[in-house]
């Protein structure tokens, strides 16, 4: 780890580009009864280890990718898509080999076709000394090294002696058993990877959870590695290390299609955490979060450091105690993340509540947003409010992307709060200036910054709740 607490990675492996192909299609062949699609645009992506290295460097490590393209166009656009995205690509260029390519035909949003090429053989002699050659330069200080081994002939058995004793080696392997002999610290194998390894006939069960739980021991056994995480798409992974119970983490389901190079997000965030110095089951819940990030983007995407923490964050609870909430922002000021705070009554949330609170979550790391309790809406708003009581009130304020943490405060200002949060920066919407609010004198003796947002005229719980109550 480098001196201001960036993670120095290593990946190595089968690199490929990824082609996502949009078109249209509104008429049939006259050659066969087949859709004919219409090209509209073409997204290239790095794809298998390139995405892992991509994903590396959007989280905040520092990386080193070392692999093998083929001397085509293909291998040109993978390299420019690498620089692109900040990855330092130890590339060897193969005369005569082609770069794997991955492409996918997409109709109004679903995958209708794909079709790959590749080489499969493995590098020939002058590539691979070049190979291992780049290795032995990149390996020396690294934190962590992530193998990708999908059966694109880099992973040789030489590649495989020369990681053999890294001390933080995690493996994603199609095949994970020829890497028993390296100890890894982790592999990351599939269900039907699973279920290969065990050399099983019955590994098509309803219950992969309970089947992949009771093979633990074996599986660490097989891999020869002290952690062992089986990924099971919509079903989350199941962890397994010597000595403690399978751990579990949890997906949320997206389309098949819209999981391509999500084991990549997972493996990265996976290994980084690691490296970091996190738990085996911390690792895992950074890895499911990731993916859930990119699962819910179309093409081959990455998940950012921002991305991810916040995606913890709502892992770990939105809505908060003052207390518990006072104790979370603590950890994430060590981190040197700023706190934007707002509050309010939120009492039938329209338009100018989400822009602000959008413009808001955009000023800072951590969002947080304090609710007047009911009996505080009560005294301020008078008879027959709040609409909509306090638990409802925070628990949609919680779905919003941008809001990190919601609380409820029962006092007519939000002083306490204050006291205890101490905010980098307290905001509100409206139409006046900083030094109208009661709380500004507050926050700035606190340190604090105090900022008015962009107001939306015509916009007004009071005005929504009047018409409301006029419909018949």
Not at 72 to 99: I, M, N, S, Y
Not at 130 to 153: E, F, M, N, T
Not at 240 to 266: E, K, L, N, S
Request: net charge negative.
């Amino acid at each position: 780890m480098r001196t201001d607490g960036t993670i120095s990675a290593v990946v190595v492996g089968d690199v490929m580009l990824d082609s996502w192909l949009h078109g249209s299609a509104k008429r049939l062949a006259q050659e066969a009864p087949v859709p004919v699609m219409s090209l509209e645009a073409t997204e290239d992506a790095p794809g298998g280890a390139a995405n892992a290295a991509a994903n590396l460097v959007a989280l905040g490590a520092r990386v080193r990718l070392v692999a093998a393209v083929g001397d085509d166009e293909c291998g040109d656009k993978l390299v420019a898509a690498l620089r692109l995205l900040g990855v330092d690509g130890d590339l060897v260029t193969v005369p005569g080999r082609r770069t794997a390519h991955k492409r996918r035909l997409v109709t109004s949003g679903q995958l209708t076709a794909r079709y790959d090429e590749e080489d499969l053989a493995a590098l020939p002699g002058t590539a691979e000394r070049q190979l291992l050659d780049r290795l032995a330069d990149a390996l020396p200080g690294a934190d962590v090294v992530i193998a990708c081994d999908y059966g694109g002939g880099v992973c040789t058995p030489a590649v495989r002696r020369a990681l053999a004793g890294t001390p933080l080696l995690v493996v994603d392997a199609h095949g994970p058993a020829p890497w028993r002999e390296c100890a890894p610290a982790a592999v990351l194998p599939n269900y039907t990877e699973v279920v290969r390894l065990l050399g099983d006939d019955d590994g098509d069960v309803r219950d992969r959870l309970t089947y992949v739980a009771a093979r633990s021991s074996r599986l660490l056994e097989l891999t020869g590695a002290g952690i062992v995480v089986t990924t099971l798409d919509g079903d989350g992974t199941v962890l397994h290390r010597h000595g403690r119970p399978p751990y579990r983490t949890y997906a949320q389901p997206a389309p098949q299609h819209m999981a391509t190079g999500a084991g990549d997000t997972f493996a990265a965030a996976f290994a980084l955490w690691l490296a970091g110095g996190a738990t085996p089951e911390e690792a895992a819940e950074a890895g499911q979060a990731a993916a859930s990030v990119v699962v819910r983007r179309p093409g081959t995407a990455v998940c950012t450091r921002y991305e991810l923490l916040r995606a913890l964050r709502r892992h770990q609870g939105t809505v908060q105690t003052p207390e518990r909430l006072a104790q979370l922002l603590d950890e994430h000021r060590r981190r040197g993340e700023r706190v934007v705070f707002t509050n309010g009554c939120f009492d039938v949330l329209h338009r100018g509540h989400v822009t602000y609170l959008e413009e808001a979550g955009r000023l800072g790391d951590v969002l947080v947003v304090a609710v007047n309790s009911d009996a505080g809406v009560a005294r301020l708003k008078g008879p027959g409010r709040p609409v909509i009581p306090c638990e409802d009130r925070m628990s949609v304020l919680a779905a919003l992307n941008y809001v990190d943490y919601v609380t409820e405060f029962d006092e007519d200002t939000p002083e306490r709060l204050l006291r205890m949060i101490r905010p980098e920066l307290y905001v509100k919407g409206g139409d006046y200036a900083p030094e109208m609010l009661a709380e500004t004198p507050l926050v700035r003796a606190l340190g604090g910054e105090v900022r008015v947002l962009s107001y939306v005229p015509d916009r007004s719980t009071t005005a929504i709740i009047g018409r409301m109550r006029l419909l018949p």
